[in-house]
């Protein structure tokens, strides 16, 4: 039989849920409450005649707001005459001590649980036009720091961070690494970027940009092609397109990104990307530098542009147009990039024009009217192609794409020599697979930071040593101190020869490259730095991802060092003008230079006014875009 339920459970039922319903619903308790007490005893008083001693009769109104001081106020009751009197405030304040004392109790306990949850992260972001950083890992602070730079020149820009780590302790972490925001406020929120309902508290709908950085987990591309996927296919998505940066480690699931990314995601590949800078800057050392050039906003990076007075002109036209500026390419209305295009290309309608400038508001048409005196160019002679050997130094998780990259530039008969302690290396370097038959391989297993291995190696019979990172057996800090050890082996062992090797590392935290370069290395290639700058062009820039990706390939034209002298005549004042003339008669582009400086180092120029004048020593070098 159905059981009957009696009123008083249901009336006992229906209290429970109010008060359960939170600070709000307690609140409205007491207040129903003290209402109560103060037209029961208002009434009282108004009805009873109860009066102070030699007092006049209170009506209800004056009654309810004596009964309403004493309820909210127990000292009121101190100054009250007749005995009568006395008691019935007396029961009035202490109905008020209780009712006081739980509302502070109740709103202490509801300020505390509103607090807790803001420390959580949880409370919806109402910003516009803000940069959304998905996960968490050692690159978000370079990221920061680079957008921080972009929005430099923004009105209130906002950087929203949202990962699975406590809201406070990313707080904490950012304001201890990035110190200076400028005019840039970083919002946190603790949340999984995976999910539909934490996508939506930081406003993806008004953003402006998104990177989507590879989390510290076992698979990472999938929580990044998960958050992609959670982005586009959002039931409550905007029409506009997305600008999503998305940082992806294995080249392998680059296609499913692109599948689901849709057009509206730029990928990252941080690994292919480091190797090939770092297979670039071993052949050429200093390349490294000009790249990072490149990508960081402090200083000249790369814009795209529609410029209509230059319709109708050629290529060579338009580089002679910008002062301040360089002309490196083009993209076509259907978004192809074409680096160091045929200088007798003319721009049409639709096509935007790549630069390297130091701001988009920088970019100023100005042609030029001067004149070249073109007995100052030099025409560089034929490239002698000779084999290469190579030294690689360690083993990580890269060493098999740097190994594929170098075969696509190498002589037929190169050799690249790997040595490692690392455990299976032969099974590892089994992997490789290489491109044609150009490089040949020399695996062996040796303890790569120690000098009299180093020494029977003979490193400086090779054209190049590079030294990775053991970053896949080693946290960064021993991975980076171990890489030091070796840097510093291979200088002494050169500087015992008299002699000098041409060396490249691999660092993982920048902090670690000022104490590398006392090992006077020719180049280092910070790989999480120029990984996050990539993230952040990408944020602001739509096509730098492919800008790049013709950068570090061998089809086309690619960054090149090459002897000023091949330009120029050396020792004699010249404007770069005349160096741009001068490298587009030889097919190539100018874009900077590299010089000494005092106590043997050196340092790059990019994009540097045409005007300006500059002699160049021997040994000096152009910075120039080639297709060999």
Partial sequence: ??????????????????????TGALIGWLGIISLAIILAFGAIIAITGIAQEGGENLNFAEAAWETLMRTLDAGTMGGDTGWVFRGVMLLVTLAGIFVVSTLIGVLSSGIESKLDELRKGRSEVLEKDHTIIFNWSPSIFDVISELVIANESRRRPRIVVMSDKDKVEMEEEIAAKVPDLKNTKVICRHGDPTDLYDLAIVNPNASRSIVILSPEAADPDSSVVKTILALTQNPSRRDEKYRIAAEI?????????????GGEAQLVLADDLISRIVVHSSRQPGLSAVYTELLDFDGSEIYTAEEPKLEGKSIAEAAMSYETSTVIGIVSPEGQVDLNPDKAHRIEKGERLILVAEDDDAITYKPFTGSIDRSLIRKAGEPRIAPERTLLLGWNRRAPMIASELSRFVAPGSVLTIVADTPDLAAKASHIRLNGDNLALDVREGDSSSRAELRALDPLSYDHVLVLGYNEDLDPQPADTRTLVTLLHLRQIAESAGRHSSV???MIDIRNREL??????????????????????????EYITRIFGCLLDED?????????????????????YTVTISAMLQGQTAIGYRRRNGGGTWSVSINPSKSAKITFADGEQVVVLSPN
């Fill in 1 to 22: 039989m159905k059981q009957k339920i009696k009123f008083s459970s249901k009336l006992r039922y229906w209290f429970d849920k109010t008060m359960a319903a939170g």
């Fill in 556 to 576: 086309g034209s690619e960054l090149y060092l090459k002897p000023a002298t091949d330009y120029v005549e050396a020792g004699v004042e010249v404007d770069f």
């Fill in 249 to 261: 480690r294995d080249p392998a699931n680059a296609e499913l990104a692109e599948i689901v990314g």
């Fill in 516 to 541: 590398a370069e006392v090992s006077k290395a020719d180049d280092f290639v910070v790989s999480n730095k120029l990984v996050s700058l990539m993230l952040a062009q990408a944020a602001e820039n």
């Fill in 504 to 506: 490249v590392s691999e």
